[in-house]
């Protein structure tokens, strides 16, 4: 009876030790303790359950990298965001824009530095006609050509 006891006794403990260094470890990363780890003895249940477990820290930890990376993109394109709120300093004559520093930049470059965007340069027909009447008459001869029917083309 007393040998019984004693194998009982040295069973239980060799169950439960491990269970209870689990439970410990799991109070551990219950309390943010992303680097803790179970050290898996043993090839059974309680070996699978520890496997487990570190492979759930492991993923939770690649979604908190993921998580503050995120957070740092998101105050990176806030700061962004106020850097464009507000008032902006344009000049009246020729339209460059007053950045943080105090230097005057064209509108085109300035958004270009702020903002997510490129910018593709042509001539409005109102700024054409100013600066190259010629050119603005042809191009206006041009698109009436083309929009006239040509004579080659039967209407019946």
């Known amino acids: ?11 239980a403990r060799i169950i439960t030790k491990p269970l209870l260094k689990l439970a410990e470890t799991a109070v551990q ?27 759930m820290i492991a993923a939770r930890t690649q979604i908190e990298a993921e998580r503050e990376s995120v957070i ?11 850097t464009l709120s507000g008032l902006l300093p344009i000049c009246a004559w020729c339209k460059k824009i007053r950045d943080d520093k105090g230097y005057w930049k064209m509108v085109d470059i300035y ?3 702020h903002l997510d965007v490129e910018f593709t340069h042509g001539i409005c027909p109102d700024c ?16 009436k050509s083309t929009e006239q029917p040509s004579p080659s083309q039967d209407n019946s």
Do not use: C, P, W, Y
């Open 128 to 143: 054409l006609k100013d600066v190259s009447k010629e050119t603005f008459e042809q191009l206006k001869g041009m698109q």
């Open 29 to 55: 990363a219950s309390h943010n303790d992303l680097n803790v780890r179970f050290d898996v003895s043993s090839h059974d249940e309680i070996g699978d359950l520890g496997n487990a477990f570190n492979n």
């Open 72 to 82: 740092a993109e998101l105050q990176t394109a806030l700061l962004e965001i106020k």
């Open 1 to 11: 009876m007393i040998f019984a006891g004693v194998v009982f006794t040295i069973l």
């Open 111 to 113: 958004m270009a530095d």
